[in-house]
């Protein structure tokens, strides 16, 4: 992840209970909580009779896009032990010589164990 930039600010990430993967092709699951730090917005969504705010953090994208287990397992963060972790979201921008364009890669990482109070 060196070359990698880091978005936003480290969020921490509460997990109750980990169920391990269940084949080659399953993330496991993760039973958690996710406290977002002061300069994270949340935003209105759906309709006059039901709406619900949701977070617009790259964290909060990536949980609801592609889920956190698979963006930790593909990060080369697993998570395997219920505890507290300090989590972030990541990007990179390569050229692709094949295709002749930027490609873009990113997710969500440990980045730490929980953040000394």
């Known amino acids: 992840m060196s070359d990698s930039e880091w978005h936003g600010e480290p969020h921490t990430l509460i997990v109750r209970s980990v169920s391990p993967p269940d084949g080659p092709f399953d993330d496991g699951e993760l039973d958690y909580d996710i406290e977002?730090?002061?300069s994270c917005?949340?935003?209105e969504c759906g309709d006059k009779e039901h709406s619900y705010?949701?977070?617009t953090c790259d964290v909060a994208e990536t949980a609801g896009d592609v889920g956190l287990e698979y963006s930790l397992n593909y990060s080369g963060t697993p998570i395997t032990e219920p505890g507290t972790y300090q989590i972030q979201g990541w990007g990179r921008k390569t050229y692709c010589h094949e295709y002749g364009a930027d490609e873009h890669d990113g997710g969500v990482a440990v980045v730490g164990p929980e953040a000394s109070s």
């Open 36 to 38: 977002h730090p002061p």
């Open 41 to 43: 917005k949340q935003e």
């Open 53 to 55: 705010m949701v977070w």
